[in-house]
């Protein structure tokens, strides 16, 4: 059973920066692509930044340029550098492990709340 839990979220003004954290419970880099997403109220889940191969990074177009997904192996973490954030970035953002394999399953973090008004 793996875990993710995500921190960092909170309230931000428009044009400011976030760093979100995603620890996982084990050393799961090898058998998963990390991920982030979103949840933006009255929305679908959609992908914010993924690694795909190795570290080759996704990024969804409206936050190109802005955000920035990185790993640290060693300690089992995923951040999501996000910077001149918008109103349109508030939302739940969740980490995701996606398998490698399909029979492995698929997990997803609780979840940090990111506000951004002013």
């Known amino acids: 059973q793996v875990q993710l839990v995500e921190s960092g979220g909170g309230l931000v003004q428009p044009g400011g920066s976030l760093r979100l954290s995603c620890v996982a419970s084990?050393?799961?880099?090898?058998?998963?692509?990390m991920g982030w997403y979103r949840q933006a109220p009255g929305k679908q889940r959609e992908l914010v930044a993924r690694?795909?191969?190795?570290?080759?990074?996704n990024y969804a177009d409206s936050v190109k340029g802005r955000f920035t997904i990185s790993k640290d192996s060693a300690k089992n973490m995923v951040y999501l550098q996000m910077n001149n954030l918008k109103p349109e970035d508030t939302a739940v953002y969740y980490c995701?492990?996606?398998?490698?394999?399909?029979?492995?399953?698929?997990?997803w973090g609780q979840g940090t709340q990111v506000t951004v008004s002013s």
């Open positions: 690694f795909t191969s190795g570290s080759t990074t």
């Open positions: 084990g050393s799961i880099f090898s058998s998963y692509v």
């Open positions: 995701n492990a996606d398998p490698f394999l399909s029979w492995l399953p698929n997990y």
